[in-house]
């Protein structure tokens, strides 16, 4: 069965530490994957995705991820955190076996201290 | 641009009270989802509708129906509200294609008493 599978529910890291967020997939086909952001009270907001070619994603706020096929992981990661960068963290895969639908992991949350 | 907007943003319910929850989005998106957000589960999938005129079930359809009235409407009805129902609802649209992110709504807000 397709599931993503996000193992830290929580995450604190110091601001301007380095940050990696992991995520691993179980999809039998080509996976496209995605990495949203959640701020508090708010829906989910797009900061990349991974279709194909280059494995190493760039996407907005100064995150970028990598696609690991033969460990089945996209990880998120960001050189140095700002503090509004804390927030939620979820991953996603798209189905594409009839219908198109996404199976999102249970997020991570991110804080941040200053 | 206004993306997926959904309302209301909060609501109190009795237990066995009904309620619609409206989507609309004005994207010319073709497919279009509910969701639930409940701590510690991440985004479960509870209907979605691929194209006008088609809806689905996803993962927790039950107590729960849709209706996509026409390509911008995705509504989601609870038709006897149960206390397990408490949750975040998120609406989401995604225009055709497989690299097409989903774009969210800011969400419902729905207590069960």
């Known amino acids: 069965a397709q599931s993503v599978t996000q193992p830290d529910i929580h995450i604190t890291v110091s601001e301007g530490a380095s940050l990696e967020l992991r995520c691993n997939y179980s999809?039998?086909?080509?996976?496209?994957l995605f990495w949203y952001v959640q701020s508090p009270g708010q829906g989910l907001q797009l900061l990349l995705k991974?279709?194909?070619?280059?494995?190493l994603v760039q996407g907005i706020k100064g995150f970028e991820a990598e696609f690991k096929r033969s460990q089945s992981s996209f990880n998120l990661r960001k050189p140095s955190v700002h503090w509004s960068d804390a927030a939620e963290y979820f991953c996603?895969?798209?189905?594409?076996?009839?219908?198109?639908?996404?199976?999102f992991g249970t997020g991570t949350r991110l804080k941040v201290l200053a | 641009n206004a993306g997926v907007t959904q309302t209301p943003k909060f609501q109190v319910l009795k237990t066995g009270q009904s309620m619609t929850l409206q989507c609309a989005q004005d994207?010319?998106?073709?497919?279009m989802y509910w969701y639930r957000q409940d701590p510690g589960m991440g985004l479960r999938l509870i209907y979605y509708?691929?194209?006008?005129?088609?809806?689905d079930k996803g993962e927790v359809p039950n107590g729960y129906n849709v209706s996509r009235l026409n390509k911008r409407e995705f509504s989601l009805r609870l038709e006897s509200a149960a206390p397990s129902q408490t949750s975040v609802y998120f609406c989401?649209?995604?225009?055709?294609?497989?690299?097409?992110?989903?774009?969210f709504g800011d969400g419902t807000r729905l207590s069960i008493l």
């Open positions: 509708s691929a194209s006008e005129g088609t809806t």
């Open positions: 989401a649209s995604t225009d055709r294609g497989l690299n097409q992110p989903q774009h």
């Open positions: 991974y279709f194909s070619g280059d494995t």
């Open positions: 996603a895969v798209l189905t594409t076996s009839g219908t198109y639908k996404y199976i």
């Open positions: 994207m010319n998106h073709n497919s």
């Open positions: 999809y039998g086909a080509t996976p496209y």
